[in-house]
């Protein structure tokens, strides 16, 4: 329905709106600035038809306020420069924002954290359940721990803590697989979107990574790494100078759920558990927003957004 779709853009955007916003004073903060990248990305089309088909998109975008530039001839090949001349047109957002390393990025704000105090433990949690003034953990080795606030911020696996607590969540997994090549492969100025392929390619500071595919296989079956060659063996058509040697594959997991909006709130059975996951392919670009309203929640503040359209009893 049309106006469920205009509901659903409209909360993005307020979140990806958010999320900026947040990103940029934790990134100030814990010095991490330089680890942004700020060079935009480039969408290609290798048909007029494809390019037809996604104007609909730009214009939704349009209305959010994010700007863009439909490329083609010497301007396409400008903004990347060896391309397989099959791209007939492209997209440049300006805007767009990527980061040094997802991995490097991660471990530099868990520093951040711990040196505000902060502390990390790792454990496997066997069940989540309601206590006398909060919750329980019960851990892989039978340790239970009681918190006055529990937030459940586990990925792929939240909803079956959920479960726990009789919150039922329809998450679903969507595997997704890259390689990550050595930087020297080719000479990439941006990320570039092939979204009639299903990947990207993304310039990192430890190499060059090529990656996407949906595949809905659950959390146990074991990956199928044809994925990840068939994306490379595409990149290679795309990228004629590419160089697929010595790449290192990889399968992870994006918790999805059916409207594509993540689950933000307070569970129903347990109201001192707070949720915040399920934000498909959206997670790094979400998760300082995420941060924010979870703090606000947990302070009993009122909210950044209106948490309605992310609310764990809207299914």
Do not use: C
Request: hydrophobic fraction near 40%; charge should be neutral.
């Amino acid at each position: 329905r049309s106006d469920r779709y205009e509901a659903g853009l409209a909360a993005q955007a307020g979140m990806m709106k958010l999320a900026e916003a947040e990103w940029m004073g934790l990134l100030d903060r814990s010095g991490t600035r330089p680890m942004l990248h700020e060079d935009g990305s480039l969408e290609l089309y290798d048909s007029e038809a494809e390019f037809k088909a996604s104007l609909p998109g730009w214009a939704a975008r349009q209305r959010f306020g994010i700007g863009f530039s439909h490329v083609e001839g010497s301007a396409l090949a400008a903004l990347q420069p060896g391309l397989s001349p099959r791209f007939v047109k492209g997209t440049f957002v300006p805007g767009w924002k990527t980061v040094a390393d997802p991995k490097l990025l991660g471990k530099a704000l868990w520093a951040y954290a711990e040196g505000l105090g902060a502390g990390f433990e790792k454990a496997r949690i066997e069940r989540v359940e309601a206590g006398q003034d909060g919750a329980i953990l019960t851990t892989a080795d039978g340790t239970r721990r009681g918190a006055k606030h529990l937030v459940v911020a586990a990925g792929a696996w939240s909803h079956l803590l959920a479960r726990h607590l009789g919150d039922g969540i329809p998450l679903e997994t969507e595997r997704g697989y890259n390689t990550t090549l050595p930087k020297t492969a080719f000479d990439v100025k941006r990320q570039l979107i092939f979204s009639g392929q299903g990947f990207v390619i993304t310039p990192l500071e430890t190499g060059l990574r090529v990656g996407g595919a949906v595949e809905l296989g659950g959390l146990e079956r074991p990956p199928n790494y044809a994925r990840s060659k068939a994306l490379l063996e595409k990149a290679q058509k795309f990228l004629p100078g590419l160089d697929p040697a010595n790449g290192s594959e990889w399968m992870g997991f994006r918790p999805s759920l059916p409207d594509s909006l993540p689950v933000i709130g307070r569970s129903q059975q347990t109201p001192s558990v707070v949720y915040g996951f399920g934000h498909g392919h959206l997670g790094l670009t979400q998760a300082a927003a995420t941060g924010r309203l979870i703090r606000e929640l947990v302070l009993g503040q009122n909210p950044s957004l209106d948490l309605g359209p992310f609310s764990p009893q809207r299914f």
